[in-house]
């Protein structure tokens, strides 16, 4: 079955740029997710990227995609106190009845001063 | 504005209660799913419906039990709560199919079973 795999953590300067990666294993995603998660509230559509792209930039966040190695990231600019929140990254399956996604374990980011 | 709403913020019940969670979605979506959130764990998805009295079992679907009467609204049903079902609820929808298929999410319900 499909396993979406995240680091459970990661600590950033306020300024500095953050990076959070993911590992999916189903190859034939045909779209894969960046959800973000404020505090108290429910995911939110970051961005996304279509399967056959190996880039995404859009203002601060820039996604790379190796489909070689199932390999998925999220790069965030000069990183913002507002930025933190828990990020998750998603696959998606195409059944005969619905589209499913599978998410991650999910990355908690946290800014500091 | 798609707005996805569920029923309670925050839900203390009792072992062995019959517990309902109720989301509504105001897009006329075709599809709706349950997630439980815990962490470490991520998202796991429970039950989904495309379509009206239309269901079927996600990943976990021990447990659980769903209903779809009316297009915009998919409830969740824990028949006899167990303390493992305490957890953070999510309610999602989305467009049939087409496109990235975004889903929109609910602000979720914590359910603690004492």
């Known amino acids: 079955g499909e396993d979406v795999e995240q680091s459970l953590f990661l600590s950033v300067r306020e300024g500095d740029s953050s990076v959070i990666n993911c590992t999916y294993t189903d190859s034939s995603s045909t779209y894969l997710y960046w959800y973000k998660q404020e505090p108290g509230a429910g995911l939110q559509l970051l961005t996304y990227?279509?399967?056959?792209?190996d880039m995404k930039q859009d203002q601060r966040l820039t996604v790379l995609l190796n489909k070689k190695d199932k390999h998925l990231s999220l790069r965030i600019a000069d990183t913002q106190t507002g930025d933190s929140a828990i990020y998750f990254c998603a696959e998606i399956a195409h059944t005969g009845t619905a589209s499913k996604l599978t998410f991650g374990t999910g990355t908690r980011l946290q800014v500091t001063l | 504005d798609v707005k996805v709403t569920q029923s309670s913020r925050y839900l203390v019940k009792r072992t062995g209660e019959k517990v309902f969670l109720e989301c509504v979605q105001d897009m006329d979506h075709e599809n709706m799913f349950w997630y439980r959130q815990d962490p470490g764990l991520g998202l796991r998805l429970i039950y989904f419906?495309?379509?009206?009295?239309?269901?079927e079992k996600g990943d976990i679907p021990e447990g659980y039990s769903v209903s779809r009467e009316k297009k915009e609204r998919f409830s969740l049903i824990l028949e006899s709560a167990s303390t493992n079902q305490t957890s953070m609820y999510l309610c999602?929808?989305?467009?049939?199919?087409?496109?990235?298929?975004?889903?929109?999410f609910g602000p979720g319900t914590r359910l603690t079973v004492l």
């Open positions: 419906s495309y379509d009206v009295k239309m269901k």
């Open positions: 999602a929808s989305s467009l049939l199919a087409g496109g990235p298929n975004e889903q929109f």
């Open positions: 990227i279509f399967s056959n792209m």
